[in-house]
Each structure stands twice: as C-alpha cells, then as structure tokens.
C-alpha cells in the first residue's frame, strides 16, 4: 500500500475477487440455467447483461468464468514459482553436474514454443489438468534469476559460517538463502498470474482449454466472438483485461517496494 500502483492493483484484485464471489448471491440466475424465454435477449432488469443464444445468464456465466480462470491463474503461478525456486536454488547451490543437468532441462524447455506444446498437452475440459501444463512452461526464467542469485548468496560469510559448522545443505538453503529470495518470488508470481490467465484464456477461446459445459473467460469470449450483439464477449473481454490489469499493478508495486536497487538504497 506504500506505492500508488501497488495500492490500486490491491484494491482492484480484492474488488474482483468481491464480484466473482459474492455475486452469484445477488443473482437472480445461476450459470448453468437456462431461460427458455429469452435467448440472445439484450440487458434487461430480468437478465442484467443479456443472454447468450442458449438463454443463458452472461452475468452469471461472467462471474462462473472470472472463478474458474482465477483459481487456474493463481494456481499455475504459485506452482511455477515454487518449481522455478526448487530448481533454480538446487541448481546454484549444489553448482557441479547437478547445476548443467537442470539448467540443460530449463533450456530445452526455453527452445520449444510454448503455446504450441501447451495446446498439444492441454487435457481439454478438465480444468485441473491444465494447471500443471501451464505452470510446466512458466518456470525457466526466474528458476535461472533464482540460481544467480543462489550462487551469490552461497559465497555469503554466514552462509560459509553455516556450511563450515556442519549444517546440511537444505538447512542452510531454508534458513539462509530462501528468506533472500522471497522478494524476488513475491513479485514473480503475481505478474505470472496475469500470464496464467492470458494463456488460459487463449486455449479456451482456441477450444483447447476449459471446454462446456464448465466456462471460463477465453471460452465466453469465443461464444460471443462474430455474434450479432458484443456484450456477451464484451463482458467477459472486459473483466479480463481488468484482472490482468490488477495483477500487474500489484506486481509492480511489489517490486517497488521489495527492490532496494530500485530506490538507490
């Protein structure tokens, strides 16, 4: 709350959160009814945002879409930040055959499109599933920012102090080396957040992603794309743009704030 930006992207993301939540308990219609009176019907006091040509509620379904590509957002970026963090401070502190195996591996994974290997692996419905094939290509970045910095944090005097008196390795890395990291990871994965949600929503606009009868917010967007009104793919491009927006906002004022290099200090 110390930074406008971070403020603001707090205030936004816990306002989303609010919506997506709470609002079913205000609606008059749930997600997976249908009104058989009203199909591809335009904002009305029945039916607050319209309905698609199936005759069901947008502002239902925009909510039950905001729930779904949140909890596979938030889920594929605290997986690909705590993969990125096993392995990169594995890699720089144990150094030697270890450190080239794994830093090969992130490598490799640096040379293959993503969005191709993704659509090829994603499990189509299955939302779950498609957590960890996101999270599988969202690590090597910060897993190589982690290694330099573990390498550094190695060479530390109460580090060396620490290994000299016979802590074990993965002591000294929890005691010692993962607090100099949190920052870092912090900041990491709520900008991979909006990255998550951006790369599920277009493997749901694609079909490839979370498929009906469940919805995300790339999946309303694909329903309503080349129909003859825009608020049902508006309302959902809408709301996307928004939580992307927040997440970033609080990412950068993360940074802002958990970055001394950034202040000169």
Same mark, same amino acid.
């Not at 938030?74 to 720089?92: D, P, R, Y």
């Not at 992130?106 to 993503?114: G, H, R, T, W």
């Not at 550094?152 to 993962?178: C, N, Q, T």
């Given at each position: 709350?110390?930074?406008?930006?971070?403020?603001?992207?707090? +205030?936004?993301?816990?306002?989303?959160?609010?919506?997506?939540?709470?609002?079913?308990?205000?609606?008059?219609?749930?997600?997976?009814?249908?009104?058989?009176?009203?199909?591809?019907?335009?904002?009305? !006091?029945?039916?607050?945002?319209?309905?698609?040509?199936?005759?069901?509620?947008?502002?239902?379904?925009?909510?039950?879409?905001?729930?779904?590509?949140?909890?596979?957002?938030?889920?594929?970026?605290?997986?690909?930040?705590?993969?990125?963090?096993?392995?990169?401070?594995?890699?720089?502190?144990?150094?030697?055959?270890?450190?080239? !195996?794994?830093? %090969?591996?992130?490598?490799?994974?640096?040379?293959?499109?993503?969005?191709? +290997?993704?659509?090829?692996?994603?499990?189509?419905? &299955?939302?779950?599933?498609?957590?960890?094939?996101?999270?599988?290509?969202? %690590?090597?970045?910060?897993?190589?920012?982690?290694?330099?910095?573990?390498?550094?944090?190695?060479?530390?005097?109460?580090?060396?102090?620490?290994?000299?008196?016979? +802590?074990?390795?993965?002591?000294?890395?929890?005691?010692?080396?993962?607090?100099?990291?949190?920052?870092?990871?912090?900041?990491?994965?709520?900008?991979?957040?909006?990255?998550?949600?951006?790369?599920?929503?277009?493997?749901?606009?694609?079909?490839?992603?979370?498929?009906?009868?469940?919805?995300?917010?790339?999946?309303?967007?694909?329903?309503?794309?080349?129909? &003859?009104?825009?608020?049902?793919?508006?309302?959902? &491009?809408?709301?996307?743009?928004?939580?992307?927006?927040?997440?970033?906002?609080?990412?950068?004022?993360?940074?802002?704030?958990?970055?001394?290099?950034?202040?000169?200090?």
């Amino acid at each position: 709350m110390r930074t406008r930006r971070g403020a603001a992207g707090a +205030v936004l993301l816990v306002l989303v959160f609010l919506l997506a939540f709470a609002g079913p308990l205000v609606s008059p219609w749930g997600w997976d009814e249908t009104d058989f009176t009203a199909f591809h019907q335009e904002p009305s !006091a029945r039916h607050w945002l319209g309905t698609t040509q199936s005759g069901r509620d947008v502002f239902a379904l925009t909510l039950r879409g905001a729930r779904r590509s949140l909890a596979i957002g938030l889920l594929a970026a605290v997986l690909s930040t705590g993969v990125a963090a096993v392995i990169g401070t594995a890699a720089g502190f144990a150094g030697g055959a270890l450190d080239r !195996a794994l830093m %090969w591996g992130a490598d490799l994974l640096l040379v293959l499109p993503p969005f191709l +290997v993704v659509a090829l692996l994603a499990p189509g419905g &299955a939302w779950p599933m498609l957590v960890p094939v996101l999270a599988a290509f969202m %690590w090597m970045l910060t897993a190589k920012v982690v290694r330099a910095m573990t390498r550094s944090l190695r060479e530390r005097e109460y580090v060396l102090a620490a290994r000299f008196l016979g +802590v074990s390795g993965p002591r000294v890395i929890v005691r010692h080396v993962s607090p100099r990291l949190a920052s870092l990871l912090a900041v990491d994965a709520s900008l991979t957040v909006g990255v998550a949600i951006i790369a599920e929503g277009g493997l749901s606009y694609l079909g490839l992603g979370v498929r009906p009868p469940d919805v995300s917010l790339g999946t309303l967007v694909a329903e309503g794309h080349g129909a &003859a009104a825009t608020w049902p793919a508006g309302a959902a &491009a809408g709301l996307l743009v928004l939580i992307v927006l927040a997440v970033n906002l609080l990412g950068d004022g993360l940074r802002d704030v958990l970055d001394p290099l950034r202040d000169g200090r």
